[in-house]
């Protein structure tokens, strides 16, 4: 079956740029993650889609970045007006079921470099 | 406010020999804990969970064991495999928390052949 996948696998742009990052979770899996890895550190939460419910986006670090879920499946982080601190590897990663304790699986990330 | 502190960047173990990592966590609404391993260039990966109304989970070579007392929690990799060359993050979630997980800022473990 089909894991999470996501697109591009890589992204580089110049600072000011706006840069969308996709996400394809696994099919039927209810919770959707996204997560920032920079260089040498450990992974930072940004934002948690749990279901129909609203989303808990206490993790992004500015309003340049928004996510979206459309129907369920497919999300979107957009980051806007890049700046060379949001260079990491954008990682998501799903879940089964938003309402009980499950392990994640992840995609590959997307390394974006901003110039 | 690390939530999950993994105190040890890196931690290195001769080929089969025990590898003890270490994970501290803060918030003792944590109710769920889970190890992820992780090689570079690829999303981690699930290896073991423990829910917190256990002390010890065993999978093959990898146990987890939780001290709820102390908000500690340890994997152990016996014996060692240079296989087992990777990032470890240790991760917890609440169930009153709506399951959000947080992560802890992981651990490389080297395994000499």
């Known amino acids: 079956g089909a894991g999470v996948s996501q697109s591009p696998s890589n992204k580089v742009t110049e600072k000011g740029k706006d840069v969308e990052l996709r996400c394809d979770p696994i099919?039927?899996?209810?919770?959707l993650y996204w997560y920032r890895q920079s260089l040498g550190q450990g992974l930072e939460f940004l934002i948690y889609?749990?279901?129909?419910?609203?989303?808990?986006k206490s993790g992004l670090p500015s309003d340049r970045f928004s996510a979206e879920r459309t129907g369920g499946s497919v999300s979107t982080l957009t980051i806007q007006r890049t700046q060379q601190e949001d260079s990491a590897v954008y990682l998501c990663?799903?879940?089964?079921?938003?309402?009980?304790?499950?392990?994640?699986?992840f995609g590959p990330g997307t390394r974006l470099t901003v110039l | 406010d690390q939530q999950v502190k993994q105190n040890s960047p890196s931690l290195s173990v001769q080929e089969g020999r025990i590898s003890i990592l270490n994970c501290d966590y803060t918030?003792?609404?944590?109710?769920?804990f889970l190890w992820y391993k992780k090689y570079p260039a690829e999303g981690p990966t699930f290896l073991i969970s423990?829910?917190?109304?256990?002390d010890k989970n065993e999978d093959g070579r990898f146990t987890v064991f939780l001290n709820k007392s102390a908000k500690h929690l340890s994997l152990h990799i016996v014996p060692s495999q240079p296989g087992d060359s990777a990032v470890y993050f240790c991760?917890?979630?609440?169930?009153?928390?709506?399951?959000?997980?947080?992560f802890g800022a992981g651990t490389r473990l080297f395994v000499k052949a």
């Open positions: 990663a799903s879940s089964l079921d938003w309402r009980k304790n499950n392990e994640q699986f």
């Open positions: 099919s039927g899996h209810t919770a």
């Open positions: 889609f749990q279901g129909n419910s609203a989303p808990d």
């Open positions: 918030n003792s609404m944590f109710d769920y």
């Open positions: 423990i829910s917190s109304i256990k």
């Open positions: 991760a917890a979630s609440a169930s009153t928390g709506g399951f959000k997980t947080i």
